[in-house]
């Protein structure tokens, strides 16, 4: 249940309120708002003259909800505006991890080049095997912000685990949360306390309603900007990487103001197949795609058969342009 409180009642009061509802306590910039479980339907007596408005749901799809908020949330990236009535898709590009500042300001002087307003690259790497290429660590957080100033980027990366959170902080301006991290409640809460809008990577064994839940944590955590990343799940299919589930898209367009975006590098697992998927993504009219791109695939450190070159990637985001069109969007 979502209860919005007066805005006469102070923070103290919420406070004290929250623990008679045994609920999470934010402030959505107008007022306090208490959110408990979609398990509670009616508000307990000590709220009674406390509140203005309140919302019941059949399961914790809740703050993410249309039903709570209609409109998708809208979220601003440096310059650049996703959601609300913006019509954007913003497009992401970039390594799938910093290997080198040479590396690095390749892709970086590529985005600028191409108008892309964020970079994206791992420094932390959720990698399978202990003996794979894990990242550079916080020296490649440090290239990645002095990408961020020579080039006027927005930097999109990834935390590996919790005690890394206030260094991405300090040195990007989006978190992403790995498909391997959705369920670190570690990384959930401390996201939900960061300023930072974060990026929630599906996890690629998680069901839909476990994948909103997973962002509801950082959303009753007090952090509004919350996306959600479809990057493909694992079915019985071995010839791609994972399954781009665009079924699930359409449902979480459906039901959640969250907005988009959408990882075909990661689901695809080879390059060929990413722009087609791309343009597919494009088509399904998000607010954000995501792609790997690497000045020379075939030495990458990690994912090397699924990011494209810089020239594929140029070709690419001239074909995207007529598609967002067609459905009455803009790449930015
Ligand atoms: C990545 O973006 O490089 C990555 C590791 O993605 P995922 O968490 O989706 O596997
Ligand atoms: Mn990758």
């Known amino acids: 249940m979502i209860i919005e409180l007066n805005k006469k009642v102070n923070e103290e009061r919420a406070h004290e309120l929250a623990k008679f509802a045994k609920a999470f306590c934010i402030y959505d910039g107008t007022r306090f708002v208490l959110i408990n479980s979609s398990s509670q339907k009616e508000i307990p007596v000590e709220l009674e003259g406390s509140t203005d408005k309140f919302y019941v749901f059949e399961n914790d799809l809740q703050l993410g909800s249309r039903k709570y908020r209609n409109e998708t949330r809208s979220i601003q990236l440096g310059k650049v505006q996703i959601g609300g009535n913006s019509g954007n898709t913003m497009v ?39 003996y794979s290429f894990q990242g550079m660590g916080l020296d490649g957080l440090k290239l990645l912000a002095k990408m961020r100033d020579e080039f006027g980027l927005n ?88 399954t781009l589930d665009l079924c699930g898209v359409s449902y979480l367009k459906e039901h959640t103001n969250l907005p988009i975006v959408l990882d075909p590098s990661h689901a695809m697992g080879y390059a060929y197949g990413v722009s087609d998927l791309s343009r597919a993504c494009v088509a399904m009219g998000v607010d954000g ?17 699924q990011q494209l070159n810089h020239q594929q990637f140029r070709d690419l985001l001239e074909t995207l342009h007529p598609i967002a069109n067609a459905v009455g969007r803009k790449i930015v």
């Open 92 to 130: 992401i590009g970039g390594p799938c991890s910093v290997e080198s500042e040479e590396q690095i300001r390749s892709s970086a002087s590529l985005m600028k080049d191409l108008g892309i307003s964020t970079l994206r690259a791992g420094s932390y790497k959720p990698r399978t095997s202990p």
């Open 155 to 242: 930097i999109i990366t990834e935390v590996r685990d919790a005690t890394q959170i206030d260094d991405i902080i300090e040195y990007a301006d989006i978190i992403q949360i790995g498909a391997k991290s959705m369920y670190d409640h570690g990384i959930l809460k401390k996201c939900g306390k960061a300023k930072q809008p974060v990026l929630l990577k599906r996890g690629f064994g998680t069901t839909l309603q476990e994948f909103v839940q997973a962002a509801e944590f950082i959303l009753a955590g007090g952090n509004q900007n919350v996306m959600l990343c479809e990057r493909g799940i694992r079915t019985f299919e071995t010839k791609t990487r994972f």
């Open 289 to 305: 795609l995501i792609v790997e791109v690497h000045p020379n695939p075939a030495v990458a450190k990690s994912d090397a058969s």
